[in-house]
């Protein structure tokens, strides 16, 4: 049983930076693609980022293109989310989440393999 154990959220001013970790323990991510999946308060789970399995593609939702980096280390069994220029608009509790298969995490509708508690991240103006 893989569980993911998400920390480095927090509380930023606009315009500050944070880094999320996602840690992975009871077996290897390496056949997984990795993603994370936000909700803000009151609204449905949306996509941010997703790393292929082999860590050399990468992708990301429109709203935090250029501003926020996906990255995993797999002797680490870990994937990052470096969040810079934070918008108050980014406020959500951040999920990592794991699937075989990328294009879910892309075209995220709800239902993902694994999942990780969540950790809050909150932007202040």
């Known amino acids: 049983q893989v569980q993911l154990v998400e920390s480095g959220g927090g509380l930023v001013q606009a315009g500050g930076s944070l880094r999320l970790s996602c840690a992975a323990s009871?077996?290897?991510?390496?056949?997984?693609?990795m993603g994370w999946i936000r909700q803000a308060p009151g609204k449905e789970r949306e996509f941010v980022a997703a790393?292929?399995?082999?860590?050399?593609?990468?992708y990301y939702a429109d709203s935090v293109k250029g501003r926020f980096t996906i990255s995993r280390d797999k002797a680490k069994n870990t994937v990052y989310l470096q969040m810079n220029n934070l918008k108050p608009e980014d406020t959500a509790v951040y999920y990592c989440?794991?699937?075989?298969?990328?294009?879910?995490?892309?075209?995220?509708?709800?239902?993902?393999?694994?999942w990780g508690q969540g950790t809050l991240v909150t932007v202040s103006s």
């Open positions: 989440a794991a699937d075989p298969y990328l294009a879910r995490l892309q075209d995220y509708n709800g239902y993902l393999e694994l």
């Open positions: 790393i292929s399995r082999s860590g050399s593609g990468t």
């Open positions: 009871g077996r290897t991510l390496s056949s997984y693609a």
